[in-house]
């Protein structure tokens, strides 16, 4: 590797030895800088022992670990910044650093501090990041400090690494995705083509650039920064030679849902840059732009910037929301029931000391709720999955029966069709005096149950204790900004999973409005939604959450295509906003 410095760019390339064959183009990557300031080097501290050297006391210091976040889409964290962020004991965040990826990775009680503001609410200097990343790690154990992107790319790495060294603190540091290349390829922008022979990475920063050495016709130019820099270097590029025909592609908030890409060519790109808000922003010049047509992928998803809305709990609202992210979709989680205890838990407690007694032959779980109110109370009583032998285990559906995998049972019995109360009783074999020993049936419910699954059995010899396992009561209603996007039109579509969270969405919040389109799970749910003046547009072909969120992607998928036939531009539901009303009447 060769570094040549000239006052004030910094150029970096790996050059290839003469006479080595070149299998592909060669990657040049130019960076501009100002000069560094003069600094006076600090000494290191003796031996570099890990203990405090400023207090000459011996207590341990804590070790730092440098992490890449990523440059936006969380599924783009490496295995390595899990591990370490849930290990951690301090987490510290740069600006764009997510807190929603502390809360899903970190364990409870982590300390997290916000390096990016200080107490007065303005931007800290790199400066005084530094001195708050060795001030969280004098308080000893882990600390993560997770920084966008890639900690080694137009970061404040350098200057912490120095603080760490001078303080005696240990340190390493896990490579992120980079926005360099992430960027681009969500944009469906590749590097590199069989005529490009460099890449320049420009990140101006408000600084003076040679665009001199980024004109050259082979060579794809990447500019980070803001709309002002952007503008700055297209006007940079022209003046350098740059052809204004140039092709270019403008991505904002790039890997994440709601990622924009404005393609045009040099010659019109400075007053479209000029007119970007302060959020980062990438811009690819070159004639691998024109690629973009054939190779976009991620903008092109059926959902991609839906935001819908999803009426469940947290708890069980995670499946739905990975699905929807993997079709491009953001999810609004509004919780409309609040799963609680029964009022006398007597009748539950006698009915699982009679499942351990031996007083049932069969035990029906018709919800994950259920699941989860049997498995406490065993957990009460200090019993386990063991306490199941020899009984005979029915589930409702698929979702049900792995929450009892999770547990260690295998179910014996799922229904061959519908995945509901009706499919299961279809299924479920009439009481036989011969082959069945015993003739009772446990049914853990919720209060609000239907008596179709109970009244069926009954009819078929069972014997049945339909027990009260947990209670559904209606949530508070959301937040004021939440209800009015739902009045409003500002989601795109609506799953519904069960008729009580169509009744209970409707109460607290009110009626979606009529350009949102409504996904249900399943007949039953449909039935109810109509009931309330809601026009189903999307029905699952079975009752799952995949089956659910693949009807809605597929309607999507449809709305996309229709569009492109009539040479029309791709637009949201939210954004059509049609004046007739989809309502039944």
Known sequence: MSTTTNSPVLETAETVPAGTAVAGPEVTVLTERAPARPRRAAASPAGATGRSASSGTSRELGHVSFVGAGPGDPGLLTLRA????????????????????VARHARDGVQVVDAAFGEDGAPTTRAARAKAVVKAARTGGRVV????????????????????????????????????????????????????????????????VDWSRHAGTDS???????????????VGLL??????????????????????????????????????????????????????????????????GWRVLVPRTKEQAGSVTA?????????DVVPTISVEPPRTPQQMEKAVKGLVTGRYEWIGFTSVNAVKAVREKFTEYGLDARAFSGLKVAAVG?????ALREWGIEPDLLPEGEQSATGLLASWPPYDEVLDPIDRVFLPRADIATDTLVAGLQENGWEVDDVTAYRTVRAAPPAAPVREAIKTGAFDAVVFTSSSTVRNLVGIAGKPHPSTVVACI?????????????????????PSAAALVQALAAYGEGLRAAADEAGEPVLRPSQRKSSARRRTR
């Open 398 to 402: 698929g979702v049900t029966a792995d």
């Open 323 to 331: 699905l929807l992210a993997e079709h491009g979709a953001t999810a």
């Open 239 to 304: 003046a350098a030679g740059r052809a204004p025909s140039t092709p270019v592609a403008l991505t904002s908030h790039g890997t994440t849902t709601t990622q924009s890409t404005t393609t045009t060519t040099l010659g019109e790109l400075e007053p479209i840059a000029a007119a970007i808000d302060g959020s980062p922003t990438t811009a690819v010049v070159g004639d691998v732009v024109s690629l973009r047509e054939q190779a976009s992928w991620y903008e092109t998803k059926p959902l991609f």
């Open 220 to 234: 794809t130019v990447v500019v980070l920064g803001t709309g002002d820099d952007i503008a700055a270097a297209a």
């Open 145 to 208: 400090r997770l920084m966008d992107g890639d900690p080694s790319t137009f970061s404040g790495l350098v200057e912490e690494i120095a603080a760490c060294r001078k303080a005696g603190v240990g340190f390493d540091v896990v490579p992120g995705v980079s926005a360099v290349s992430a960027v681009p390829a969500y944009a469906g922008v590749p590097m590199t083509a069989p005529g490009t022979t460099s890449v320049n990475v420009v990140h101006p920063a408000g600084r003076s």
């Open 82 to 101: 899990v591990e370490l962020l849930s290990a951690a004991d301090v987490v510290v965040l740069d600006a764009g650093s997510r807190e929603d990826v």
């Open 522 to 542: 399943g007949p039953a749910t449909a039935k109810t939604a109509e009931e309330h003046g809601l026009r189903v547009d999307v029905l699952a072909a079975e």
